[in-house]
């Protein structure tokens, strides 16, 4: 878990990697790199490891980094990566990762939403609700689509902060909580 002192300097990393992304004019690239770098140490637990590990020299670590991503990955992202380790923030990876995305998401005019059924939508529906979404946001969608079957029915909405809850499962906890509290004003009026 990050506390707010590591989201804080994620925050930095990312920031200073944008900007020496822009200086290169190398964003795009950058974003797809670093995407990719945070896929990798969240799917290859022992490259984690190896970076991590407290007895193992940076050298050593850095001698690696040049090895599995030299032709691979931009100069930038390499030196980037060496950095990390250099200042042992290496296990910040994933949260720079979104700390960069949120950043150039705010450059590039995008927002995320999360769309959770319990059932996949059609593409002309999911299309609808972009559209819908793009008008009132006056930003570009991009849609991240998760079926949950205990929804039951319906659909929950997430953007940012902002939850747009129109499940069946939350229509069905309102009227439970409706009839509870019904039965607890009736048995009130009884006892008194």
Same mark, same amino acid.
């Given at each position: 878990m990050t506390t707010v002192?590591?989201?804080?300097?994620?925050?930095?990393y990312a920031s200073a990697l944008l900007e020496i992304a822009q200086q290169k004019n190398m964003l795009p690239a950058i974003e797809e790199e670093?995407?990719?770098?945070?896929?990798?140490?969240?799917?290859d637990r022992e490259l984690m490891l190896y970076l991590n590990a407290p007895g193992i020299s940076r050298d050593s670590k850095k001698d690696?980094?040049?090895?599995i991503f030299n032709? @691979?990955?931009? !100069?930038?992202?390499?030196?980037?990566? %060496?950095?990390?380790?250099?200042?042992?923030?290496?296990?910040?990876? #994933?949260?720079?990762?979104q700390s960069l995305a949120d950043e150039?998401?705010?450059?590039?005019?995008?927002q995320r939403v999360k769309i959770t059924t319990s059932a996949k939508l059609g593409?002309?529906?999911?299309? @609808?609700?972009? !559209?819908?979404?793009?008008?009132?946001? %006056?930003?570009?969608i991009i849609l991240d689509e998760v079926i949950d079957? #205990?929804?039951i029915g319906g659909v929950v909405i997430k953007?940012?902060?902002?939850?747009?809850?129109?499940?069946?499962?939350k229509d069905l906890k309102n009227i439970r909580e409706k009839l509870l509290l019904s039965k607890i004003r009736s048995e009130m009026v009884y006892e008194d």
């Open positions: 002192a590591g989201n804080d300097v994620s925050r930095t670093m995407v990719f770098l945070a896929g990798l140490v969240k799917e690696l980094i040049d090895k032709g @691979k990955l931009s !100069d930038v992202m390499v030196n980037f990566i %060496k950095v990390l380790i250099d200042n042992n923030r290496q296990s910040l990876i #994933k949260e720079i990762n150039i998401d705010i450059i590039n005019n995008r593409a002309d529906m999911l299309q @609808k609700i972009k !559209d819908t979404l793009t008008e009132k946001f %006056k930003k570009v079957q #205990k929804i953007v940012g902060d902002l939850i747009i809850d129109g499940s069946l499962a």
